[in-house]
C-alpha cells in the first residue's frame, strides 16, 4: 500500500514544503501588518518569476505529499486497496495540482 | 481460624474461528502467580478442554503470548499482580491473527510474513571453509545486536495498528528480523531482502507510533529497525539501486 518508493516522494515532498510553509507564513505577515491591499499584491506578483516558481513548487509538493497521505488513510480507513487505491491517489493528485495550479496562474500571469 | 484463600476472577475466551464469548472461572490466588499459572489452573482444574500454548515457561520460546486485560503479553513472565485490575484478569487469544480454538492463535500469517520479507540468513560460506570474522562493535553488529533477541512470540504483531489496519504489512516482528540480517556482513541476500521489506506491505507502511516498542517483552525497539530499513531503502531507491 505505501512502497519505499511513496514513501520517499512524501518524505522528499515534506522537506520542499517545510521551508516554503515559513516563507509563506512570513509572506502573509508582511503583507497583512504592511497593509497591502489585493492590487498592491497582484502589482507584486503578476509577470513575477520568483513568485511563481515559489508558488508553484509549493503547489506540487502539496499535490505529492497530501495524495500519499490520504492515499495511507483512504487505505487504512476505508478498505480502499489495489486499482481503485492508485486511481484515487492519482486523481487527488491531479485534482490538487489543478486547483492550486489555476490559484497560481491567476495572482502570477 | 484459617485464613480463606483470595479469589482472582478470570475472564477467559472461549470459542472457534465462527466466534465465542468470554467464561469466567474464580481462580485460587497465590503469591508471585504468572498469568500462564492461572490458565494452567483453569485448564487442570475447571476446564480440561481449554486449549492453549505453551513451552518453556521461563520467557525463552515465545509461544505463550495472549491479551491478558486488553494488552498483548508473555503470559509466562507476567505477574498476576501487575496485571490484574481490582482482582480481575481477561484472556483472550492474540489479536490481528486468526484463532484456532480458545486461546490459542493460528501464527501462519505471521511466520509467512517473515518469509515474505526474505527473513531468513543465506549464508555465504559453507561449513566447509573458515567462519567470517566479525568485528563485535562495528556499527552493524551493534545494530543488529540491539534486534537480535526476538524469540517471535508475536506480541509486537498483535500489538500494531498498522497491522490491524492494513493486513498486508509485514509487521515488525518479520521487518526487525530483516533489520538485524541487513546489517549482518555474512548475509548474502542483503539486496533481495531490501527489495522484499521495501515493497507494498513493507517498511514505508510504519507510522511509528511504537506500539510494538512499548509491548515487546525483551525491551526491543522494532520500530527503530524499521527506521533503519526505511532509510536504507530510501538511500538505495536514491542510489537506483532497488
Same mark, same amino acid.
Not at chain 1, 516554503?20 to 507584486?44: F, K, P, Q, S
Not at chain 2, 509485514?170 to 540480517?181: I, V, Y
Given at each position: ?33 504592511? !497593509? ?15 513568485? !511563481? ?15 500519499? !497521505? ?40 | ?31 508471585? &502467580? ?20 505453551? =513451552? ?8 505463550? =503470548? ?48 517473515? &518469509? ?29 545486536? =540491539? ?34 540480517? &541487513? ?25 511509528? &507510533? ?23 531503502? =530510501? ?8
Amino acid at each position: 500500500m505505501l512502497s519505499a518508493r511513496l514513501y520517499l516522494a512524501q518524505r522528499i515532498s515534506a522537506l520542499v514544503m517545510a521551508p516554503l510553509v515559513l516563507g509563506h507564513l512570513a509572506v502573509t505577515i508582511v503583507a497583512v501588518r504592511g !497593509g497591502l491591499d489585493a492590487a498592491e499584491i497582484l502589482g507584486r506578483t503578476r509577470g513575477s518569476l520568483l513568485w !511563481g516558481g515559489f508558488y508553484g513548487l509549493f503547489v506540487l509538493a502539496v499535490s505529492v505529499h497530501a495524495a500519499i !497521505g490520504l492515499r495511507a488513510i483512504v487505505a487504512e480507513h476505508l478498505g480502499l486497496r489495489g486499482r481503485g487505491l492508485d486511481i484515487f491517489t492519482w486523481a487527488t493528485m491531479a485534482g490538487l495540482l489543478l486547483t492550486g495550479g489555476r490559484a497560481v496562474a491567476a495572482v502570477v500571469l | 481460624m484459617q485464613k480463606e484463600t483470595p479469589l482472582l476472577e478470570v475472564a477467559i475466551w472461549r470459542g472457534s474461528p465462527t466466534g465465542g464469548a468470554f467464561t469466567t472461572y474464580s481462580v485460587p490466588r497465590q503469591d508471585s &502467580q504468572t498469568v500462564l499459572d492461572v490458565v494452567s489452573w483453569v485448564q487442570r482444574n475447571r476446564a480440561p478442554d481449554l486449549a492453549y500454548r505453551f =513451552a518453556c515457561r521461563v520467557g525463552m520460546c515465545g509461544s505463550c =503470548a495472549m491479551t491478558v486485560n486488553g494488552r498483548p503479553r508473555w503470559t509466562c513472565r507476567t505477574h498476576v499482580e501487575k496485571v490484574a485490575n481490582a482482582g480481575r484478569l481477561e484472556i483472550a487469544p492474540l489479536r490481528n491473527l486468526p484463532v484456532v480454538r480458545d486461546l490459542v492463535a493460528d501464527l501462519d500469517p505471521f511466520f509467512d510474513k517473515w &518469509q515474505t520479507a526474505e527473513a531468513r540468513f543465506a549464508p555465504t560460506r559453507t561449513r566447509a571453509e573458515e567462519p567470517e570474522r566479525i568485528v563485535p562493535d562495528s556499527p552493524e553488529r551493534s545494530a543488529a545486536n =540491539a534486534a537480535i533477541e526476538c524469540i517471535n512470540c508475536a506480541v509486537c504483531y498483535a500489538a500494531c495498528d498498522a497491522v490491524a489496519l492494513n493486513p498486508a504489512y509485514l509487521g515488525p516482528a518479520a521487518l526487525n528480523r530483516a533489520w538485524t540480517l &541487513q546489517n549482518d556482513s555474512r548475509d548474502g541476500a542483503r539486496a533481495e531482502r531490501l527489495k522484499a521489506v521495501a515493497g507494498d506491505g513493507g517498511c514505508g507502511n510504519c507510522h511509528s &507510533q511504537q506500539g510494538c516498542a512499548a509491548h515487546c517483552p525483551n525491551g526491543l525497539n522494532p520500530t527503530a529497525s524499521i527506521a533503519g530499513l526505511k532509510r536504507m531503502a =530510501a538511500r538505495a531507491l536514491l542510489k537506483g539501486r532497488l
